[in-house]
């Protein structure tokens, strides 16, 4: 069962910062926050992950709320080839295993 | 960086016969592996959890006598649709945990077709 509520879709133009909103209210202290992302037909793409801080690399930055119950996916220069469908997902253990369970994620079209 | 090979990248079968798919970890030993499903203008549905040298665990209402599979190494997952039908027709993705970094890494998938 997905954890996490996202828009269905986004739109952005080319060059600016792209900032992909995720709710996961239910979150539990010791739950991950990932964010992939899925290319058609293809499979999904590491983005970035976190726990309790902000965090940043190469591709994007993650802002998570103080109490956990939102993050931003932040891609900071969009361009086109960004324009992809995003995930973002809790990792809970369930029966031992830590799974990766997908939601509706939010298909992100970069325009020119 | 932890890469997964998914073979093969496509694959058209006739109703009642049987495919399987492979799911490599190139670089690294993978313990435990998924198998997930993802039917267009879907999400990714998540099917079973494979472990190493044990049954895997299959997700409600996926059968398992239909999806089998088996993870007899560290490095490779075999998912086999037997006796296909065209309401099989999907695109097929493995994931392999791994034991450092982020943690997950996707193969690139594989579309059946049934036909």
């Known amino acids: 069962d997905a954890k996490t509520t996202q828009p269905p879709s986004m739109d952005c133009a080319e060059g600016r910062a792209a900032n992909l909103p995720c709710n996961h209210s239910?979150?539990?202290?010791?739950?991950?926050v990932y964010w992939y992302r899925q290319i058609h037909s293809q499979g999904p793409q590491y983005i970035i992950h976190?726990?309790?801080n902000n965090e940043t690399n190469e591709m994007a930055s993650l802002i998570i709320t103080e109490d956990r119950k939102s993050s931003t996916l932040i891609l900071p220069h969009a361009t086109l080839r960004d324009t992809a469908v995003y995930y973002c997902?809790?990792?809970?253990?369930?029966?031992?295993?830590?799974?990766?369970?997908f939601g509706q994620g939010t298909r992100l079209t970069i325009n020119p | 960086g932890a890469v997964v090979s998914q073979h093969p990248s496509w694959v058209i079968c006739k109703s009642g016969t049987s495919v399987k798919i492979e799911c490599r970890s190139l670089?690294?030993?993978?313990?435990?592996m998924f198998w997930y499903r993802q039917f267009p203008k879907q999400s990714l549905m998540l099917m079973a959890t494979?472990?190493?040298?044990?049954?895997?665990?299959?997700e409600q209402g996926v059968e398992k006598d239909k999806f089998l599979i088996n993870h007899a190494s560290l490095t490779l997952s075999t998912l086999t649709v037997t006796s296909a039908h065209p309401e099989d027709s999907s695109f097929y993705i493995c994931?392999?945990?791994?034991?450092?970094?982020?943690?997950?890494?996707f193969g690139s998938g594989t579309r059946l077709t049934v036909v």
């Open positions: 994931s392999a945990r791994t034991s450092g970094g982020h943690g997950y890494t």
């Open positions: 239910t979150i539990s202290g010791n739950e991950y």
């Open positions: 976190g726990l309790k």
């Open positions: 997902i809790v990792r809970v253990p369930i029966q031992g295993a830590q799974k990766l369970v």
């Open positions: 670089d690294f030993q993978a313990t435990t």
């Open positions: 494979s472990n190493e040298g044990s049954k895997a665990t299959y």
